[in-house]
């Protein structure tokens, strides 16, 4: 399956990245889950962005619930 790499990405408060909080997967300025809104367009912390490769225990529980019923309903 493609997690897509530069989509997940850490949430920006104020200009500043979270230390403390997942991956939340962002597909447009805001993320899957409701919780995050940031400009995707100008921030870089995507696990792309920091080489990380993609594991569960990174990301959001309810964006990477959303995303596998998203990609379920792709044909
Ligand atoms: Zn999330």
């Not at 100008?42 to 490769?53: A, K, R, V």
Request: glycine share 2%.
């Amino acid at each position: 399956m493609n997690m897509d790499p530069q989509h997940w990405c850490l949430p920006v408060y104020d200009g500043r990245v979270h230390p403390t909080v997942k991956f939340h997967y962002f597909a447009t300025e805001k993320s899957l889950c409701g919780r995050h809104q940031h400009d995707i367009d100008f921030y870089e912390t995507s696990m792309q962005d920091c080489e990380i490769s993609f594991s569960s225990d990174e990301v959001c529980k309810q964006c990477l619930k959303r995303f596998l019923n998203l990609e379920k309903s792709l044909p």
